[in-house]
Structures are given as C-alpha cells and as structure tokens.
C-alpha cells in the first residue's frame, strides 16, 4: 500500500534496489506506472551523483516511452 511504499522511501532514500522495487511495486501491483516514474524522478533530483544512477534512468527512460509515445513531454531534466 502507498502508506508502506512511502515509509520505505524516507527509511532507504539512497537505495537503488529499494527505489527499483518500489518502482515495480507501483507498476505491476498497484497498475500505477506514472508513480513509478515520478519515483525513479524523485531519486534521481535527490541522488544526481549516485553510482548506479544509470539503472534508474533506464527504468525512468522506459516509463517515459511507454507513458508518452508520442514523445512530446518534456524529458531534459531526466538526464543531467
């Protein structure tokens, strides 16, 4: 539930297997992919150095693609 997932969010802010997890969570569980997004969004603003931060811009990537097709929204401040 979002109570849960957002618990988990503050407890482990800098965890990419966490954020990963949460980001399926959203996705699969819960049908919910544009929360997924912003999640792997909020990571990456608050992790911009982070080692593995190429794991969660492909999955942010990915989302993207499949919630805009068209590709018309506005992704440049995805990827600094």
Do not use: M, W
Not at 2 to 14: N, R, S, T, V, W
Not at 54 to 71: D, F, G, T, V, W
């Amino acid at each position: 539930n979002f109570i849960e997932i957002d618990k988990l969010k503050k407890q482990f802010p800098h965890s990419v297997p966490v954020v990963l997890e949460i980001g399926r969570s959203y996705e699969e569980n819960l049908h919910n992919p544009r929360n997924a997004y912003y999640t792997y969004l909020q990571f990456l603003d608050n992790n911009p150095n982070h080692p593995q931060k190429a794991k969660i811009e492909a999955q942010a990537k990915r989302l993207s693609s499949k919630l805009n097709p068209s590709n018309t929204a506005p992704t440049h401040f995805l990827f600094r």
